[in-house]
């Protein structure tokens, strides 16, 4: 089945080290999305990639960074994670239809900060 | 920008009755609209969507939800809830021309047996 593979889904990490997350897509999806999701909140969009192109929100911490090798992976750099960082990260994915694009989830990795 | 609004963060069914969780968002335009559920510990699964064709929007599980443009509403509903329907649901809107999805802040279906 075509889909949005997260690995880990747990990770830990110590205060400032840095930490890296993966999301490979399988639908080959032009644009992928990296949302922080603290606890009991509503996920928030840290950034996009649309194809190469790297759309940043105007409010994601200088912190956080993403590299999109090819189109099938996409990553979320953590330079110095703080104890604020402790999130669920959410990868998804969508295909430029429109009025019809929808973005499709993958299961999350959850970020420990020691 | 445009946002929405779920009031409730909890609600609480037994299994069989009514669900209905409410959505309201702030735009005089018509924006899309999606409703997604999120079970414990997983990632956002689409449960339908309103992109202008349909006021009713048929949706997966069951669910279904009515854009009503006179209350700026997107209420979910399901007649009968069964007891697999216990998660976090998510109202979110997209602006014409952005790609972004601004979700609500959430309500957590409980339905006791």
């Known amino acids: 089945d075509a889909m949005v593979i997260q690995n880990p889904r747990y990770q830990v990490t110590q205060f400032g080290k840095p930490v890296t997350l993966s999301c490979s897509q399988t639908l080959n999806h032009n644009v992928m999305y990296w949302y922080q999701q603290k606890s009991s909140q509503a996920p928030k969009l840290l950034f996009h990639y649309y194809d190469k192109d790297f759309n940043n929100e105007a409010d994601t911490p200088d912190n956080f960074q993403s590299r999109r090798p090819n189109t099938s992976f996409c990553f979320l750099d953590i330079r110095s994670p703080g104890l604020g960082d402790a999130a669920m990260y959410l990868c998804?994915?969508?295909?430029?239809?429109?009025?019809?694009?929808?973005?499709?989830f993958g299961p999350g990795t959850r970020l420990l900060v020691l | 920008a445009q946002s929405v609004t779920q009031l409730g963060s909890h609600v609480s069914v037994s299994e069989g009755a009514l669900v209905l969780l409410r959505c309201n968002y702030s735009?005089?335009?018509?924006?899309?609209l999606f409703w997604y559920v999120q079970y414990p510990n997983q990632g956002l699964q689409l449960l339908l969507k309103?992109?202008?064709?349909?006021?009713l929007v048929k949706g997966i599980n069951g669910f279904e939800a009515e854009f009503k443009k006179s209350e700026t509403s997107f209420h979910l509903t399901k007649p009968s809830a069964h007891m697999s329907d216990a998660a976090e649901y998510f109202c979110?809107?997209?602006?014409?021309?952005?790609?972004?999805?601004?979700f609500g802040s959430g309500t957590r279906l409980q339905v006791q047996p």
């Open positions: 309103y992109t202008s064709a349909a006021t």
């Open positions: 979110a809107v997209r602006d014409t021309g952005r790609r972004a999805l601004t």
């Open positions: 998804a994915t969508s295909l430029p239809t429109g009025d019809l694009e929808t973005q499709y």
């Open positions: 735009s005089s335009v018509p924006p899309y």
